[in-house]
């Protein structure tokens, strides 16, 4: 076993000497190699993100699940899109055998036509039940046979029954989708439950919609119509039919479900329910391979050639084998403890999540989304002095309204709690935690390197003396200071030496191997000789939410002004020294604390729309480096990965005439944050007088 087996196993011994089953789930998200359309930038669906997503799931199950169903369901509506988002099921037993295996014959063909009266009767004698067909159209493909079958479980026996639907109304409804979402169900017998099978073949396949059935009544089913495809009156072998359906609402209580869902930009996978970090390490590495072999992956390359999160996430949920086994519902201190020592470590909110941060990002910190500690402090002390037993419902109520982002989605937030204890939505209440701040990285090791981070803190924090006992009121640091890959790297270093202190060690390779990428050098720069050394890497800036900009078909997602970026100055004393810096002609004073964090904030572009549009972006910077009575100089052009070096000859910008003085620091005091726009604050003279009445 590796280090990181080992740590996984100090921490889950500690949980468990607890009486804690803390199990793991992801939705890890993939794109193509070539991502083309909006269905890979904006838009949840497109022409080909369905044939991908099916023939990923099947990579996936000739990996871990020969012989698994692949259930396609209604998903997701979202304001503003017309039909509902799809999701695909896949389905085996809990000890990883398939419900109804289908066997696998050479020369299978599927159902035809003419074949499809006398299977319907053929299931329903393995049913044990006379099945009543009706006959339907299909406006969007008259060439279409389509089949609707009422089918009900009741009290341990199948039962169908007749539907006299007037020939006229005998017509799926104009939506895409399967037949069984499309029924006009509006006519159906008043009083009857409402389930059908519906089959659909075309010259390509067939097609069988299942009703709404608790597990073992489908578990039946599958088995019945499995059964059918041995059937030795048949000339050739029966080919597998696609199944869609409703997922049962008892479907985890004996099953595993692997997801693939449509979702803005990406295909997200939402993982099995992992009971060990082993468990999770493993189908991230599957899903890799998995991903690779059908020409997916879990990043993006940017026009400059720089890789990047695939922008739709990797989140990580915790939660327990079951509700009556959560580990959270009778451990609300516990509970505080973990969500205080989140707060008093923005690395664990900025160091392994995308570009955008901060209030108007996806997964804002409760106190960027409130801008106030008070609340955060009171309910996370009622929590802590809880009285012994059960307290889903006061820690869901307490914390899903402060865990929100500014609009009060309490979807959006750095730890989310929608999915922990709501009643009042579907999917509200299953005791999961879901930590947004993670986004998808190209290693399959270092997003296991993070969820055992996770555990790790879990374990950590079962001891009181490492919880914090109040909310650290960061201020002005928070978006100055800590958006630094300096400091962030600092601030997980003393979480990592917390751990080791606590005899739960992890190696910070591979974690530093994180922090490179996720914050790419622009320049290096070093003297051998007088040993100067100087760096210049990509930093975070916080992108502002603008007002919401119409687009056809509505609103799905929020606009923010992605036009600043920021970049880390990183100096050493002999650097400071020995060297000057200018950027754009002007002098770039370095802090004569070399603690001190220094950054530049600058315009990269205009985009639209955007705030501020009548000011310019700044275009090329250019920076020298005075040394030695030499200058070197070297340039960033809008979107490229890096300064480059550039000759005397090319031409050099002059400090401006009406503004010769060094570059000024604003910002936290302790951060020193150059302003590029501070130009257009001089040039703009005084502010005006403003009569507030």
Known sequence: MGWMDHAAQR???????????????????????????????????????????????????????????????????????????????????????????????????????????????????????ALHTLRLRDPRDPARAVWAVPLTWEQGHWRSLPWPLAPALRELGPAQGPAGL?????????????????????????????????????????????????????????????????????????????????????????????????????????????????????????PAGIQRGTGGGNHLLWGGPDLDQNPFFPRP?????????????????????????????????????????????????????????????????????????????????????????????PGGCQGLIEFRAIESLPRADWTAAIALLWTSLAALLLDPEHRPERLHDWGPALHERMLLPSQLWADLSQVLADLEAAGLPLEPEIYRQIWAWRFPLLLQWHDPASGAALELRHALEPWPLICDTPREGGHTSRFVDASLRRFEVTANASFRQACRLRLQGRLLPLPADRELPMAVRWREQRLYPCLHPGIPPEGSLVLAIEHAGTNSHWVLEPGSPRFMPLQPECGLPAAPADCPAPWEHTGAPDTCIVDLRQVHLRNSGPPPNVDPY
């Not at 489908?218 to 080919?239: C, K, N, S, V, Y």
């Not at 996806?362 to 929590?383: C, I, K, N, S």
């Open 11 to 129: 921490a889950e011994q500690r949980l468990k000497r607890a009486g804690i089953a803390l199990t793991l789930g992801g939705e890890p998200t993939v794109v193509p190699l070539e991502p083309e359309g909006a269905e890979w930038s904006v838009a949840a669906d497109g022409p080909t993100k369905l044939g991908l997503a099916r023939e990923l799931a099947a990579a996936i199950q000739a990996r871990t699940w020969p012989g698994s169903t692949l259930l396609y369901c209604s998903g997701k509506r979202y304001a503003g899109e017309v039909n509902p988002r799809w999701a695909l099921r896949l389905i085996t037993g809990h000890d990883g055998r398939p419900i109804a295996p289908w066997p696998e014959q050479a020369g299978a063909r599927p159902l035809g036509a003419g074949q499809a009266e006398a299977w319907l009767q053929q299931l329903g004698e393995r049913l044990g039940v």
């Open 333 to 425: 201190a516990w509970l505080v403890g973990i969500l205080r020592y989140w707060q008093h470590h923005p690395c664990l909110a900025y160091l392994f999540s995308g570009d955008g941060v901060g209030a108007a990002s996806q997964a804002p910190r409760p106190d960027e989304a409130l801008g106030t500690l008070a609340d955060l402090e009171l309910a996370y002390r009622v929590l802590k002095a809880a009285p012994p037993g059960d307290q889903r419902e006061l820690i869901g109520e307490t914390l899903r309204h402060l865990h929100a982002d500014r609009s009060g989605n309490n979807h959006r937030s750095e730890v989310s709690f929608d999915k922990f204890w709501n009643p009042g939505v």
């Open 182 to 302: 499309r029924l006009p169900l509006e006519h159906y017998p008043a009083g009857e439950t409402c389930q059908l099978l519906t089959l659909e073949l075309d010259g390509e396949g067939w097609e069988l919609f299942l009703p709404p059935l608790e597990r073992l009544a489908i578990e039946q089913l599958l088995q019945a119509i499995a059964a059918g495809a041995t059937d030795p009156a048949r000339d050739t072998p029966l080919g597998r039919p696609l199944f869609s359906g409703v997922l049962p609402l008892d479907a985890e209580t004996g099953w595993q479900v692997l997801g693939l869902t449509a979702d803005p930009g990406v295909l997200e996978i939402n993982l099995p329910v992992c009971r060990s970090w082993v468990a999770y390490r493993d189908w991230l590495t599957l899903l890799e391979d998995a991903s690779a072999a059908v020409g997916l992956r879990s990043w993006r390359q940017d």
